[in-house]
């Protein structure tokens, strides 16, 4: 039982490239999320996903997609990458159950410098 | 509107001492509360959970944390600190939705 599974854990991307950061959990959770972070910030949603094929935005959506083809895959999708976006992201998943008490489980990030 | 604070950017411990990590909630409703701990290079691990019952929940680590209603405070705490438990600690929220908000994180400093 893995978890939360990140690829790539570092990057680094050149203004106006593109790049998918991939996600996958093998613990048949419905939601699951997109966050960023950064220094002194906390954590901020970008989006998530209440199940297979139902995607929403969260706080910081603008410069990102996403899609949610399979319960296990989550992928954010940069298509113009800008400094702003610099950051380290967190992909998180949890049970199902609206106003659920459970906790959500983190995968371990993936670090993102755009110069 | 909702929201969660932590005041303290860091606290720092002698070993062996107890410590206190502060976390204030803004709130309508019973909220979900939640503590993570999150060490250099990982993501955030749960450490405990506030649902209903009992104000004083106990977590992994030897880590517990208190709620307070009147002062919609949940302070996380320990008898006594390990050099180990150095790392950035986040109080987040759940308030009748599907999404956590995140407190800033408090930077916990273990000396030994």
């Known amino acids: 039982n893995a978890g939360v599974t990140q690829t790539p854990k570092f990057r680094i991307l050149k203004i106006g490239q593109s790049m998918t950061l991939q996600c996958t959990q093998d613990?048949?959770?419905?939601?699951m999320y997109w966050y960023r972070q950064d220094p002194g910030m906390g954590l901020k949603l970008i989006y998530y996903s209440v199940g297979a094929g139902i995607t929403d935005k969260g706080e910081v959506p603008n410069g990102y997609n996403v899609s949610r083809s399979t319960t296990e895959d989550f992928p954010l999708r940069l298509e113009l990458a800008a400094p702003s976006q610099t950051s380290v992201y967190f992909c998180?998943?949890?049970?199902?159950?609206?106003?659920?008490?459970?906790?959500?489980?983190f995968g371990d990030g993936t670090r993102l410098s755009i110069l | 509107a909702q929201s969660v604070a932590q005041p303290e950017d860091q606290v720092n411990v002698a070993e062996g001492n107890p410590l206190t990590v502060k976390c204030t909630y803004s709130?309508?409703?019973?909220?979900?509360l939640f503590w993570y701990v999150q060490y250099p290079n990982r993501g955030l691990q749960f450490l405990l959970k506030y649902i209903t019952g009992d104000n004083l929940v106990k977590g992994s680590y030897g880590f517990e944390a208190e709620f307070n209603k009147s002062q919609t405070s949940f302070h996380l705490k320990k008898p006594s600190a390990l050099v180990s438990d150095s790392a950035l600690y986040f109080c987040?929220?759940?308030?009748?939705?599907?999404?956590?908000?995140f407190g800033t994180g408090t930077r916990l400093q273990v000396f030994p």
């Open positions: 613990m048949n959770h419905n939601y």
């Open positions: 998180a998943s949890s049970h199902t159950g609206q106003y659920s008490n459970q906790p959500q489980h």
């Open positions: 987040a929220v759940r308030f009748n939705t599907d999404k956590l908000i």
């Open positions: 709130v309508s409703g019973n909220p979900y």
